[in-house]
C-alpha cells in the first residue's frame, strides 16, 4: 500500500477515504485510487469487516452501472483488504463547477446559454439538464440507487468521436459509495430529492433547471415514472415539514 501510494497526489479527505491521483507503474495513465482508511473509533474486527464490505459493494454496483450502460468510472483494481479501490480517471469538470455555486470567490462564466461555463464542451444549459436526466433515469431502470446525488458526484467530459446527432459531451456519474440496489420506488425517488435540494443549496434559481432533469428523466423512464413522481410529491411533502418543525 505505501508503495502505491508513493508520490500520489491526495485530491479529497473526507471522513471515510481519501482520494488519491496516481500511476498504477511508470509511464501508465493516471487512476484515481480510493482508499478507505481504518476508523480508530471502531474495533478492529467490526472495521475491516464494514470497509470490505463497502470496497467490495462500490465495485459491484459500478459494474452493474457499466453493464447496464450508465456511464460510469471504468474498475482498475480491488484490494479489499486494504480498503482500496482503483478507478477510471475521468478527464473533465464537475457538473458543479461548469455551474458555479454562485458562492464568493468563484467565477461563473458568459459562456454557452446562461450563466454557465458549458461552452468549452459544446452544449448548452438545457442539453446538460437532459444529460443529466438521462443519466440517471438509465441507473434508476436497472434499481441502481447512487445514495448520494449531488452535482459534484457527476462530471462532465467531452466525447472523443460522438456519433452524428448526439451531442459532444457526456455525464459522468461517480461515488458509488453509499449506493445500493433496490426495485422501491421509493428509494428512487429519495434519489432524486436528494438531488433537488442540492441544486437548491448549491446554485441559486436553479427551479427551472431542475425542471429540465425531471423532464428528461420521465421521458427515459417511461411508465416508470407516474410511479416515481407521486412518491417524489410525498418525499417532498415529508422533506417541507421537517423544515417546518426544526
Known amino acids: 500500500m505505501d508503495r502505491l501510494l508513493e508520490g500520489a497526489q491526495v485530491i479529497q479527505q473526507g471522513a471515510e477515504a481519501r482520494v488519491y491521483k496516481v500511476s498504477l507503474h511508470a509511464n501508465a495513465a493516471p487512476i484515481l485510487l480510493k482508499h478507505r482508511f481504518a476508523k480508530q473509533y471502531r474495533h478492529p474486527t467490526l472495521d475491516a469487516s464494514l470497509t470490505k464490505a463497502r470496497v467490495a459493494g462500490e465495485a459491484r454496483a459500478l459494474m452493474k452501472c457499466l453493464k447496464s450502460g450508465v456511464r460510469v468510472p471504468g474498475i482498475r483494481m480491488v484490494d479489499v483488504e ?5 478507478l477510471e ?3 473533465g469538470m464537475s457538473v458543479r463547477k461548469v455551474l458555479g455555486s454562485g458562492e464568493e470567490g468563484e467565477e461563473l462564466e ?20 437532459v444529460l443529466i436526466g438521462e443519466s440517471i433515469a438509465q441507473m434508476h431502470l436497472f434499481d441502481i440507487i447512487h445514495g448520494d446525488l449531488t452535482t459534484s458526484n457527476m462530471m462532465l467530459r467531452r466525447v472523443s468521436k460522438p456519433q452524428p446527432g448526439s451531442p459532444p459531451a457526456e455525464i459522468v456519474l461517480i461515488d458509488f459509495g453509499l449506493s445500493f440496489m433496490s426495485t422501491l420506488v421509493e428509494d428512487k425517488a429519495v434519489d432524486l430529492y436528494v438531488l433537488e ?5 448549491t446554485h441559486p ?4 433547471m431542475f425542471a429540465k432533469v ?3 428523466y420521465a421521458k427515459r423512464s417511461g411508465k416508470a415514472w407516474e410511479g ?5 410529491e410525498d ?6 415539514k421537517r423544515s417546518m418543525v426544526g
Open 214 to 216: 425531471l423532464d428528461a
Open 89 to 91: 480517471w475521468v478527464e
Open 110 to 129: 458568459e459562456v454557452g446559454v446562461g450563466r454557465v461555463s458549458v461552452g468549452e464542451f459544446g452544449i448548452g444549459l438545457e442539453m446538460l439538464m
Open 235 to 240: 418525499v417532498r411533502l415529508r422533506g417541507r
Open 197 to 201: 435540494r442540492a441544486f437548491a443549496s
Open 228 to 232: 416515481v413522481k407521486r412518491r417524489l
Open 205 to 208: 434559481d436553479s427551479e427551472p
Open 82 to 86: 486494504n480498503g482500496c479501490l482503483g
